[in-house]
């Protein structure tokens, strides 16, 4: 398969470069020149089937004719190492539960797809450097997914004071070979830092760079895995048609690896993206206008962007068409205040525990669902990733599963850091 660059003035890419380099030379992100439609005959039997031998197949339309057969399918065993069953949550509305991974959120499939996958292309290279910018859950998952990895170092850069505890406990503690860096700013100039670290020449001549964001497309493209698993779980219950999903969203590479999915032929009918107070993909849908602008803190912080760096994917998938986006995707923003509404109700009324994130998709798609329909939404994170904003919502204690309270018993070990990047470039030049 070969790469183009979203910018459109980068030299094509096979899939090896795409992966290594993670952002194009002309600060485009990678996209497959085409996108393999799967057979009827796979829809019709994807009920009877395991989310492995699904996801084996998707991956065999994107990177078979790039990896052996046998080779891809240990690395999609490797990474699907848990179950993300499908709840419902009350008449006409699950919740696909996304969090049973190392982690307990969504983004372990792409970051454990993506480590498999780079040390499978660099294997004896050594001495690769992954840069990734996190607003909570990609840096714990990123952070664990490449833990002990020989001859790969992750430098994980969150913003300071604006992650849960637990999410910061995720990557702070492990040492070996994860350095976190404590970015004085928010998630959207961490994330530039990574950007303009791949575009500096003297950076790049000294280290092997390479991204684990969902701007790496073997980051972003493995989580179209959960979409034809739901639809599978619902179709194994008769539920599966007139399916409508939707997807909280922040930096939108989960909502564009569905769009992937439909465009394979996936018969998803709409798909909803629920955001938070930061709305500007939102308001993109009202104007067609995209004004990318600081983010705002919020409770559901892994979805605190202002420029999502996806959007570029989607406006390319859909050829510079806003009325093409429109007809497949809708929006909804909530503010805190509607965040906590919603978790208290669902949880008074049906008993099932809402994270903040997971909140604002199941709001989104109560209110937007239509009679004839059958919608899911993705609970991206277990609800004790943020038990004290939680906590304060219901008025009740919840449980800390066993392997995440076993993060919050080690040492904080992070490097503070401003966001200019020179202290950045600084640093790791020195490093």
């Not at 992937?260 to 993909?281: C, D, E, H, Y």
């Not at 609970?379 to 392997?403: G, L």
């Amino acid at each position: 398969m070969i790469y183009y660059s979203t910018n459109g003035k980068a030299p094509k890419a096979d899939l090896r470069k795409a992966v290594v380099k993670g952002l194009a030379e002309d600060k485009g992100l990678y996209m497959p020149e085409r996108i393999q439609r799967l057979s009827d005959e796979f829809f019709q039997t994807m009920g009877a089937r395991s989310f492995v031998d699904n996801a084996v197949e998707v991956a065999k339309a994107y990177w078979g004719e790039d990896i052996p057969s046998a080779e891809l399918r240990k690395i999609v065993e490797e990474t699907l190492a848990f179950d993300c069953p499908i709840h419902e949550v009350e008449p006409g509305i699950y919740a696909l539960e996304l969090f049973y991974g190392p982690t307990l959120a969504f983004k372990d499939v792409g970051a454990r797809f993506l480590a498999r996958l780079l040390r499978y292309f660099t294997n004896g290279e050594g001495n690769i450097n992954v840069l990734v910018a996190t607003s909570g859950d990609t840096g714990s998952a990123v952070a664990n997914g490449f833990l002990g990895v020989e001859g790969i170092h992750v430098y994980v850069l969150y913003p300071k004071g604006k992650v849960s505890p637990i999410q910061e406990c995720q990557f702070t503690t492990l040492g070996k070979n994860i350095t976190a860096l404590e970015i004085d700013g928010v998630f959207d100039d961490c994330q530039a830092l990574v950007k303009a670290a791949f575009m500096d020449a003297d950076l790049n001549a000294k280290m092997k760079l390479t991204s684990a964001n969902s701007i790496n497309v073997a980051r972003f493209l493995p989580q179209s895995f959960y979409y034809f698993w739901a639809y599978a779980q619902l179709q194994k219950i008769g539920k599966a048609d007139n399916v409508v999903c939707c997807v909280p969203s922040g930096n939108f590479g989960n909502i564009c690896s569905a769009l992937f999915g439909k465009r394979m032929g996936l018969p998803i009918k709409r798909f909803i993206a629920a955001n938070n107070a930061n709305s500007v993909f939102y308001e993109f849908l009202q104007t067609g206008e995209y004004t990318p602008r600081p983010s705002i803190q919020t409770i559901a912080n892994a979805m605190d962007v202002g420029d999502p760096s996806n959007f570029v994917r989607i406006w390319d998938l859909y050829g510079h068409n806003a009325e093409a986006i429109r007809k497949d995707i809708s929006g909804a923003t909530y503010s805190d205040a509607q965040i906590a509404e919603t978790i208290k109700d669902c949880y008074k009324r049906t008993g099932y525990l809402l994270d903040p994130h997971g909140a604002c998709g199941y709001r989104a798609l109560k209110e937007g669902l239509k009679p004839e329909e059958v919608g899911f939404f993705c609970e991206t994170a277990h609800p004790a990733k943020f038990k004290d904003t939680v906590e304060r919502i219901i008025e009740e204690p919840i449980s800390i599963p066993e392997h995440l309270a076993a993060f919050m018993k080690g040492t904080k070990q992070s490097v503070g850091l401003s966001k200019n990047y020179y202290d950045f470039k600084a640093f790791l030049m020195n490093a």
